[in-house]
Nanobody
């Protein structure tokens, strides 16, 4: 069973930094990961993409975090990170780890989510 376990959330201060981690396990042997991503959802708002990274290390970022957040990954540990610098109160949200991929046997696309970790930024 696939598990995505996030850690590193908590309370930060405006202008400060936090680092999130997402450790993945349980993928089927023939499952091919197409992308890792971090999303966030603030109260009353829709979930939005924060950052994504592909197996070839192509990255993309939401406009509101460009230049402040950095996504990276550790293939050996099947872990993805989100370094969040220059935090702002509007970064307050639940942050979710996401993996998108495809089974090389069934060609079925799959979308996995972590349970979420709260990030709160005080002014």
């Amino acid at each position: 069973q696939v598990q995505l376990v996030e850690s590193g959330g908590g309370l930060g201060q405006a202008g400060g930094s936090l680092r999130l981690s997402c450790a993945a396990s349980g993928f089927a042997p023939m499952f091919s990961i197409n992308s890792w991503g971090w999303y966030r959802q603030a109260p009353g708002k829709e979930r939005e993409l924060v950052a994504g990274i592909t197996p070839s290390d192509d990255t993309n970022y939401g406009d509101s975090v460009k230049g402040r957040f950095t996504i990276s990954r550790d293939n050996a540990r099947n872990t993805v990170f989100l370094q969040m610098n220059s935090l702002k109160p509007e970064d307050t949200a639940v942050y979710y780890c996401n993996v998108k991929g495809r089974s090389r046997i069934s060609s079925r696309d799959r979308d996995y989510w972590g349970q979420g970790t709260q990030v709160s930024v005080s002014s």
